[in-house]
């Protein structure tokens, strides 16, 4: 069964997505895989749609390739296709090298969900952007619960 992504896009469609841009390009799979940084089985695997590349590999690609890492993204299901503001958000994201993969990807889904509930009317944005009042903050815990300064 095909893996599918984000927008429905499948594993071995990005993978052929990929070689079609690299047979296009006049570029052998030996000569991708060197000027993209990645082993020669990687890149073999990954157009075969037997592996799924991290946003870094597709960007290293990408770069290699002479096409845009947006684009790549798309196809790959990790950016949103729709909207230039959400891309904008998903890209810088993306780009931040003081985040691993794992946390990327979770703020990315994080972000998506949020937009997808806003979206589906059930958020409360009157509440997210109101400052608390006295009787909405937390009480006083008393003497000896941190507040000795008080």
């Known amino acids: 069964m095909a893996k ?5 896009m499948t594993v071995e469609s990005l993978g052929g997505y990929l070689r079609e841009q690299r047979v ?6 030996r000569q991708l895989a060197e000027q993209a940084g990645v082993s020669n089985p990687y890149l073999s ?3 075969r749609g037997l592996r799924r590349p991290s946003a870094e590999v597709l960007q290293q690609l990408a770069k290699a390739l002479r096409i845009s890492a947006e684009q790549v993204y798309v196809q790959a299901g990790i950016l949103n296709p729709d909207e230039d503001q959400v891309r904008s958000v998903e890209l810088a994201v993306l780009a931040d090298p003081g985040l691993t993969e794992r946390q990327k990807q979770a703020l990315l889904e994080v972000y998506q969900a949020f937009r997808a509930t806003n979206a589906s009317g059930s958020n409360e944005s009157n509440d997210a952007h109101t400052t608390p009042t006295p009787d909405a903050l937390p009480a006083d815990p008393g003497p000896g619960a941190g507040n000795e300064g008080n």
């Open 4 to 8: 599918k992504s984000k927008v429905g």
């Open 24 to 29: 296009n390009a006049g570029v052998s799979l």
């Open 45 to 47: 695997q990954i157009e």
